[in-house]
């Protein structure tokens, strides 16, 4: 059973840089797909940030693109995400998901994490 | 990269059938055969439901079903139950990226 767990930390203030960790267990992520980050604004819909294969090839949302990086650590079995210069429009809750490269679709989810912007 | 159109909210009564669209372009949904759906529960994270426009992953009720004709998908939820009460948003493929639908609310009367 393949299962995601995001951390890091709620509440970062505006301009710094937004930083999320997500563990996977029961799968290596070295063995394949592509692992992703989407937000959900309070009350609204999903966004995709980005993905990234196992081999290293990363795909961002063109909205984004300047501000976010995503990376793998093998050893850990984590994906992480940052987020730099943030504003109270980043205020959301960030999900971490596998991507199925084939489809794509995102076929496991973490449950979520609230990030808010705030001074 | 626009989100894709949904209408904001369905309703349907207990055993009927709704159909939810999803309208993008021929750059996203009418581009290519990769359009999925999620259902969202409140406070809860989404859940594929169905991939590849018509693909339903291992444990999803075979009530739901997927179709595509030109830019617009839609999700057809048969024999309503209560607790297809949730949000449904669909995504698509696009040139490397994905793009999410605006979500639809579907309410069972």
């Known amino acids: 059973q393949v299962q995601l767990q995001e951390s890091g930390p709620g509440l970062v203030k505006p301009s710094e840089t937004l930083s999320l960790s997500c563990t996977v267990s029961?799968?290596?992520?070295?063995?394949?797909?592509?692992w992703g980050w989407i937000r959900q604004p309070p009350g609204k819909g999903l966004e995709w940030i980005g993905s990234?294969?196992?081999?290293?090839?990363?795909f961002y949302n063109p909205s984004l693109k300047s501000r976010v990086t995503i990376s793998l650590d093998t050893s850990k079995n984590q994906f992480s995400l940052k987020l730099t210069s943030v504003t109270a429009a980043d205020t959301a809750v960030y999900y971490c998901?596998?991507?199925?490269?084939?489809?794509?679709?995102?076929?496991?989810w973490g449950q979520g994490t609230l990030v808010t912007v705030s001074s | 990269q626009s989100a894709l159109t949904q209408p904001a909210s369905v309703s349907g009564s207990p055993g009927q059938s709704i159909t939810i669209s999803c309208t993008g372009t021929?750059?996203?949904?009418?581009?290519?055969?990769?359009v999925s759906w999620y259902q969202q529960h409140p406070g809860k994270a989404p859940k594929l439901m169905i991939y590849?426009?018509?693909n339903r992953p291992s444990g999803v009720s075979n009530r739901f079903s997927g179709s595509k004709s030109g830019n617009t998908a839609s999700l057809t939820i048969s024999g309503l139950q209560a607790e297809d009460e949730a949000d449904y948003y669909c995504?698509?493929?696009?040139?490397?990226?994905?793009?999410f639908g605006g979500g639809t609310k579907l309410t069972v009367l």
């Open positions: 590849d426009v018509t």
């Open positions: 029961g799968y290596s992520i070295s063995s394949g797909y592509y």
């Open positions: 998901a596998r991507d199925v490269p084939a489809a794509p679709a995102f076929d496991y």
């Open positions: 995504s698509s493929y696009s040139s490397s990226s994905r793009v």
């Open positions: 990234m294969y196992h081999s290293g090839s990363t």
């Open positions: 021929s750059s996203d949904v009418g581009g290519y055969n990769y």
